[in-house]
């Protein structure tokens, strides 16, 4: 069922617009309140964030990154991303591996190795083009949520965005309804190495699990902070002055 095409390119640069739900501070909701307190219109955050991620590939792995930053400093980004920031997601296909830079905010770079989580997709039996590829629809439950892939068997690679994969074939696209994640291709390069396809190395290492304990603190104590900024409000112990008036 492989075209000719996928049997001898097996390197080349994927690029995506990357559309995914922010995850923002607590301090959104302090200045929320402390807005309506002095009459002040309150401009909420948006949701979701769109960027540009580039995927360069081969046989034997993945490795992705934001397109406009070649230079790794993910912690200089954060701040503009939300609570959290996926920086560089590079997976092995010969062993199942990830290795990954995350950032929350407030701690330092995390180096995240685990082993790729298994997508338990199934084949739909729908084709379309895309790109000017032939592409097939895959569908799996992913956290309770159902992701939609399209994936093309003329690259036959189990390669995808983030840490998506595990086709018989270049995923192209993906789509997570439920949060609103999206990863749409917008151009392939067949024999292109946008970049050299190794796996960060800064940051501390530490597992999944690992990762996910730091970032449950972080989001705890932010949330402690700002709560207590607001309780001290109601309490009277916080004065709130509009602009202008002394």
């Known amino acids: 069922m ?5 049997a001898s390119a097996q390197v080349g640069t994927v690029r995506y617009t990357h559309t995914y739900p922010v995850l923002y501070s607590h301090h959104f909701a302090y200045i929320k309140v402390t807005n309506q307190a002095v009459d002040k219109e309150f401009v909420a955050p948006a949701t979701h964030a769109t960027v540009s991620r ?44 990830y290795t990954e830079s995350r950032v929350v905010l407030g ?4 180096l995240v190795s685990d082993q790729q989580p298994a997508i338990p997709w199934r084949l739909d039996g729908e084709e379309r083009i895309y790109l000017g590829l032939r592409v097939m629809k895959a569908t799996a439950v992913v956290d309770s949520a159902v992701v939609e892939a399209w994936f093309t068997p003329e690259i036959p690679i189990p390669a995808g965005p983030g840490l998506y994969g595990g086709l018989p074939g270049l995923i192209l696209m993906v789509t997570n309804a ?23 190395t800064r940051g501390r290492k530490v597992s999944d699990k690992g990762y996910r304990r730091i970032k449950e603190a972080e989001m705890a104590e932010d949330r402690r ?11 009277g112990k916080v004065r709130i002055i509009p602009w202008g008036r002394q």
């Open 178 to 200: 439920a949060d609103g994640e999206v990863y749409a291709a917008e151009s392939l390069d067949m024999d292109i190495l946008a970049r050299a396809l190794v796996p960060p």
């Open 2 to 6: 492989l075209a000719p095409f996928g």
């Open 54 to 97: 580039s995927m360069v590939f081969d046989a034997t792995a993945s490795l992705m990154y934001p397109t406009d930053k070649p230079h790794v400093e993910p912690r200089d980004r954060s701040k503009s991303d939300g609570l959290e920031y996926i920086d560089t997601t590079y997976v092995n296909f010969g062993d199942g591996t």
């Open 107 to 110: 701690t330092e770079l995390s």
């Open 225 to 235: 902070i700002w709560e207590n900024q607001l309780r001290r409000i109601e309490e």
